[in-house]
């Protein structure tokens, strides 16, 4: 694991890939406070769109995801990529961190009308592919949205 960079008390941790760094460009990142360092167990760089800091916080075990999914507009197969490689992820982490996910970041999707992953809650509009693709993910890993 990388360190994070430590400014005015915070940790930042980030993870993008070496040609868009260059550019100041892309990538995806976790601030915490420095005093809750001591807690973080693994961060797992996925790529420039997605970061998992897992750690005890608050006393209890949790997972932080932050998420920068593909616009609407992007080609079908990079998106196919960036849930196959998010599923890959979350399949990965540990038991005891499945039941505590927090995801964070832009998902680009818009769900809407009536869906399991939803609860009791229905949204208005239609969903958009991006919406029907993260409404997927979710129903195949028991997320609720």
Aim: net charge neutral; proline share 3%; charged share 25%.
């Amino acid at each position: 694991m990388e360190s994070p960079f430590i400014v005015d008390g915070y940790a930042f941790y980030y993870s993008t890939t070496a040609e868009f760094d260059k550019l100041g460009r892309n990538g995806v990142g976790i601030v915490l406070p420095e005093r809750m360092m001591s807690g973080v167990d693994k961060v797992y760089q996925i790529s420039d769109r997605i970061l998992i800091v897992t750690g005890i916080f608050k006393r209890k075990k949790f997972a932080v995801a932050s998420i920068d999914a593909p616009t609407n507009s992007c080609k079908s197969w990079v998106k196919d990529c960036f849930y196959s490689e998010l599923g890959t992820a979350v399949q990965g982490l540990d038991n005891c961190y499945k039941n505590r996910l927090i995801f964070g970041g832009d998902f680009n999707a818009r769900v809407g009308g009536v869906h399991e992953c939803c609860g009791k809650f229905s949204m208005r509009d239609e969903p958009n592919d991006n919406g029907l693709r993260l409404l997927d993910f979710c129903s195949s890993l028991g997320l609720v949205i």
